[in-house]
């Protein structure tokens, strides 16, 4: 590929340019996918928190619904007075060009949805459990979509930036050297050629002084 080049100083100033821009490129891709990498991590922890917790608070509520069914009989019925939660917001911010999402449910004070008097508080608790595992819910969907998103980005950076340092960088470089070589070649061959011009004329000069 460098010896389709013609070597010429302005195509080694402009391959010298792009040598320097490629370098810089595969610096700031590294320096992105270590940056997603941390965040990754962060989160990956975060997840595993979450998961335990989230398991702990399905346990519960699990518990509190068996509780109150035994107590109410099937619960089915109040269920259905719960409506639809329909508070989730969703919003956007960019870590190196990686679109990460945030999740917000809107809070809300623990109202209850049906009448007192054939309930007790063991149907109350099993509501507040499962609003519990419905915000760790959210909370958890953020956090594993923002993993996604930041594998993708690092599996992004991570092909452009090999792509700069095995393909384009040893290209440039290689032009850089041969464009050099010939122009330094090229160089020592004039430097030759006006010595061999400036010592015939020096002769010449001798043996008109000497017919003189």
Known sequence: MAQQVFPTKGNLIASKKSLALAQLGYDLLDRKRNILIREIMLLTNEANELKGSIDSAFKEAYDALRAANI????ISGFAKCVPIDKGLTLSTRSVMGTELVGCELA????KLYYGLSQTDSRLDEAFIKFNNVKELTVKLA?????IYRLSVGIRKAGRRANALKNIMIPKYQEQV???????????REEFSRMKV???AKLRKSRAAQQEE
Not at 71 to 74: F, I, Q
Not at 177 to 187: C, D, N, Q, T
């Open 197 to 199: 011009i400036k010592s």
């Open 177 to 187: 050297r041969f464009i050099s070589a010939a122009l330094e070649e090229k160089e």
């Open 107 to 110: 809070h809300k004070e623990n």
């Open 142 to 146: 953020e956090t594993e979509n923002n």
């Open 71 to 74: 107590s109410l009989g099937v």
